[in-house]
């Protein structure tokens, strides 16, 4: 039986290969598997009659009601140019240090990652914006290019993100399954707000060792990353200059704070503060005039396309898990797990590595939909924190989509680089960053308070 | 063959406006759903109120605008692809790879929805299903009907992509470039 459902696994791996989309290559595959264990007898046909309960199950789930929203506040964000202001502003605040730039484009990254919560955005506004200033400055283009992809993944870690709450909805039933597999049956729970506060210091720590990292390079290397002449402040005094800067960081700062503060507060649910961001960013885009019809009709046809998208991927990840199960997969995947040696050391080690190769093909919601589901339930219920389960796994795909030769934010930058930046800049340069994210990944395995203590000062236990 | 072609192509081009309509009609409900979120939060904390059935009509928008919009995002090519192979595909192969995954991977599951849906729909259509909340909104059967009726609609859009792509294979048509248009607003 379960060959079966190993077999199911492959081809559907093969079947994406092909480029049909995502949503309905799961499910149809998942289909053709099941309709053929029907015929020869091995599949319970009554699994299939679940289906629209499971649809209506996922239509109605209110905690992934928040994604819509946030993708609303995100495009309106991105579609109101807040970019350009930031980057201006903080390059004249850092751009006459030696390296500066470069931490200034990290900090634009995290920001603008942070409040909209879009990588291929991100890396693609960073790169139009930032990356002709930088080579013009004579910054090394692997260095430039490697800061862009980097600071643009952030938004998968840093919360509010939109990845994080598709992650806390499947860890919080992963954990509630793997509790009741063990005979608890007052089981306690994991939400989208102690993801949100379990990734805030992990992703502080990130931006850290990345601006470390060009401060350190700017010192071994300083023809690499040039100062700007001081004439570029063009005599604004260092007063003017810092209610400049306190003028454009405060509307994202404080949405982002005000959009946290209130999930981690408890005073609204992430659905509520997500609508409440997706009002301020409306208002911000009003007050800086960029919000016409035509705008409002772009930003609602695109919210409406990346919410189906999304939560296609969820119903055909949820057909193909239903036949998964059907094979007897699930039992298959517990028992592999469990046989490794090492114990739930082993098996963290084991699903890391498989999540990452994945990772090169598969997008961070396919992964959270199809291998979350199936092998959480078993690492939870091997003692394993899910918080730190969650954090650990959106960093190892963060790495994953910034490792050459696939990692999706390196094709997002070659496609607005200029032509003279040579792919294997791009590749070269992102390296640096791989060994940071790995480097991290390692400080949080050894240190799980990094990202558990928080949520426990926060909410106790 | 001249006004078969022409035939197949207005259809296909009919069922897609179909899709985009529907869409850009239901794409409305996402500033609703801002705002009626909104207004949930200020009467809670302002007025001290809070209705059920507001909350639950959040809901019901959330789940129409992604079902019914399903097939508006597939004919804006904005559903992902695993493209590593796919991008670098001449157009025929591209439009082999529409036409056969639409026939064995989109219709088996869009039908088997469609179909196993109906009565899904139908008998809570019999029993009047209202929602189980206390206060929440009466007419449940409305939403499960969302269900039968995107699964339709994505038929449609699947059938559109199915002609397009044949099109495309008995030289019609040059085919057309397979990049959506907001992929890069992938979280």
Known sequence: MSYAALLLFFGVIVVLMAGFPVAFSLAGTALIFAFGGIVLGVFDPNFLFTLPSRLFGVMTNDTLMAVPLFVFMGIMLERSQIAETLLDTLSLLFGTLRGGLGIAVTIVGMLLAASTGIVGATVVTMGLLSLPTMLKRGYDPRLATGTICASGTLGQIIPPSIILVLLGDVLSSAYQQSQISRGIFNPKTVTVGDLFVGALLPGLLLVSLYILFIMIYALLKPESMPAASPELRQGLSGLQLGKRVVLVLLPPLSLILAVLGSIIAGVATPTEAAAVGALGATLLAISRRQLNLDRLRDVMRGTTSVSSMVFLILIGASVFSLVFRGFGGDEAVRHLLLQLPGGALGAMVAVMLVMFLLGFVLDFIEITFVVVPIVGPVLLSMGLDPVWLGVMIAINLQTSFLTPPFGFALFYLRGVAPPQIKTSDIYIGAMPFVAIQLLALCLIAIWPELATWLPEVIYGN | ?187
């Open chain 2, 1 to 187: 063959m001249e006004n078969f072609t022409a035939g197949m192509q207005s259809l296909a081009t009919t069922l897609d406006k179909i899709s985009q309509r529907s869409g850009e009609a239901i794409s409305w409900l996402t500033l609703l759903m801002v705002t009626i979120t909104c207004l949930v939060v200020l009467l809670r904390y302002v007025f001290d109120l809070g209705w059920i059935w507001l909350q639950e009509s959040v809901t019901w928008m959330h789940a129409m605008v992604f079902m019914i919009g399903a097939a508006f995002t597939m004919q804006r090519e904005d559903h992902v692809r695993v493209d590593i192979l796919y991008r670098g595909m001449t157009l025929r192969k591209q439009a082999w790879v529409n036409l056969l995954g639409t026939l064995f991977l989109l219709f088996p599951t869009t039908l088997l929805i469609l179909f196993s849906s109906l009565g899904y729909a139908h008998d809570s259509w019999n029993y009047r299903e209202v929602s189980q909340e206390a206060g929440g909104l009466q007419a449940l059967y409305i939403l499960k009907a969302v269900i039968p009726l995107a699964a339709t609609l994505l038929t449609l859009q699947g059938l559109s992509l199915a002609l397009h792509s044949v099109l495309v294979l008995i030289g019609v048509t040059p085919g057309r470039e397979a990049t959506g248009t907001s992929q890069e607003l992938k979280p």
